[in-house]
């Protein structure tokens, strides 16, 4: 069974209308199923603001302005092997304000890029460089039917 986390408009307008005509509290958390807190609280948001609706909105509020998360996102776009700790540290240099790492992993999520781990790639001797090249340069010319009949396995 799923649990609610909060009441929908509809209820809430329907609690606040049952109070109003009068009922107690306890009733109208018994015939709504609702515990009878989330009543009081709703009863005094409404005396308070004249509203039951649910504000917009949860969570912690976003620290970091928006010119942060271009800036990250340009980042991240011009040095694609960096990690989120590198541009966490390189925002932090630039806009004297620190970021975790996680957020730094969020925004850029956010903005679309992912995979903010560095490329991985084995450097290539001088040996091997110069195998390729040669390899390269005598299979330039072949054609499609030169490449069908290579063996590769014998």
Known sequence: MSKRNHSHDEMRWRA????????RQSAVARELNIHRSV?????NHYQRDQN?????????RRINPTVDDCYLLQCARCWRTSTARQLA??????????????????????????ARRPVVSVPLSPAHVKVRLHCVREYRSWTPEQWGSLSLYG
């Open 89 to 114: 540290s390189q925002l932090s240099t630039a806009a004297g304000r620190s970021i975790s790492r996680q957020t730094v992993s969020r925004r850029v999520h956010e903005g679309g890029l992912f």
């Open 39 to 43: 009543i009081n609280r709703l009863w």
């Open 52 to 60: 039951a609706s649910r504000g917009c909105g949860s969570g912690c």
């Open 16 to 23: 606040v209308g049952m109070l109003q005509a009068g009922a």
